[in-house]
């Protein structure tokens, strides 16, 4: 299987590109834009990694070329989230059961908050097989004790959510376990072109008014987080 993994911003990838350049397989980095993907091998796992810039448009244009120019089989988002689940805490973790555009709105006209016209649900479902491979590598990534992975939806738009009224109609409207800028464009490209997708999320906030200065403390020992259980998710991937 080979895996495409997109990450927004630059820490979300750093240990992704370290490790491949490690590996002792070529890397072969080509542009296509302003995107700079990355091919070569992680644990095993034929692999292109890629920083695509924050925001869903960055993530869908991303996600389009992956499986239109480097024929992936399969893609996984991985970074920080702000939690909005019951109970999460920051440097817990979010596997994605499915996603949802949370600022697509064409409710003037009937449709369910998130939903897109010519689709049958605001919701694109994660791959199963993904989700568990994603939760038996935290299980395995030495993680600290205290610290959990939830499978629960992923809500995405274009806004760092920080306020009460915003995070409230998210999640009433959706009831998500997290929200970010990026997994639900991933997930709409996969979903359209056939190919199986994860989210994997690090909790760098909890999406309120602390966003903000909670996101600039941890939000780089959030993605190496994830991205530490990503690698670990693809030696899985490249052993079954
Ligand atoms: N990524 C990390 N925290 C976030 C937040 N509060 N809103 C949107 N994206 C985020």
Same mark, same amino acid.
Not at 125 to 152: I, T, W, Y
Not at 158 to 168: G, I, K, L, P, Q
């Given at each position: %299987?080979?895996?495409?993994?997109? $990450?927004?911003?630059?820490?979300?990838?750093?240990?992704?590109?370290?490790?491949?350049?490690?590996?002792?397989? +070529?890397?072969?980095?080509?542009?296509?834009?302003?995107?700079?993907?990355?091919?070569?091998?992680?644990?095993?796992?034929?692999?292109? /990694?890629?920083?695509?810039?924050?925001?869903?448009?960055?993530?869908?244009?991303?996600?389009?070329?992956? #499986?239109?120019?480097?024929? /992936?089989?399969?893609? =996984?988002?991985?970074?920080?989230?702000?939690?909005?689940?019951?109970?999460?805490?920051?440097?817990? %973790? =979010?596997?994605?059961?499915d996603a949802v555009q949370h600022d697509f709105d064409v409710t003037?006209?009937?449709y369910p908050p998130g939903q897109i016209p $010519?689709t049958?649900s605001p919701f694109w479902?994660?791959? +199963?097989?993904?989700?568990?491979?994603?939760?038996?590598?935290?299980?395995?990534?030495?993680?600290?004790?205290?610290?959990?992975? =939830?499978?629960?939806r992923v809500a995405s738009g274009?806004?760092?959510?920080?306020?009460?009224?915003?995070?409230?109609r998210i999640?009433?409207d959706f009831a998500p376990?997290?929200?970010?800028?990026?997994?639900a464009?991933?997930a709409q =490209?996969?979903?359209?072109?056939? /190919?199986?997708?994860?989210?994997?999320?690090? #909790?760098?906030?909890?999406? $309120?008014?602390?966003?903000? %200065?909670?996101?600039?403390?941890?939000?780089?020992?959030?993605?190496?987080?994830?991205?530490? /259980?990503? %690698?670990?998710?693809?030696?899985?991937?490249?052993?079954?």
């Open positions: %299987m080979r895996c495409g993994v997109i $990450g927004a911003v630059s820490d979300e990838v750093t240990l992704l590109f370290e490790e491949l350049k490690a590996s002792g397989s +070529p890397v072969k980095a080509s542009l296509r834009g302003n995107l700079e993907f990355h091919e070569g091998t992680l644990r095993g796992c034929p692999a292109v /990694v890629v920083c695509c810039g924050v925001g869903k448009v960055n993530a869908a244009l991303c996600a389009q070329i992956l #499986i239109s120019d480097f024929a /992936v089989d399969a893609i =996984v988002n991985t970074g920080s989230a702000g939690g909005l689940a019951e109970g999460l805490a920051v440097l817990d %973790m =979010v596997v994605a059961t003037a006209f009937g $010519g049958d479902p994660a791959d +199963p097989g993904l989700r568990a491979a994603a939760l038996k590598a935290f299980e395995r990534s030495g993680k600290a004790p205290e610290r959990r992975m =939830v499978p629960g274009d806004a760092f959510v920080t306020e009460a009224s915003m995070r409230e999640a009433r376990a997290c929200v970010e800028m990026e997994g464009a991933v =490209v996969a979903a359209v072109n056939r /190919v199986p997708f994860a989210i994997l999320r690090s #909790i760098s906030d909890l999406a $309120g008014h602390e966003a903000t %200065m909670s996101y600039e403390d941890f939000a780089v020992q959030a993605a190496h987080t994830s991205a530490g /259980v990503v %690698m670990e998710m693809l030696g899985i991937l490249a052993s079954t």
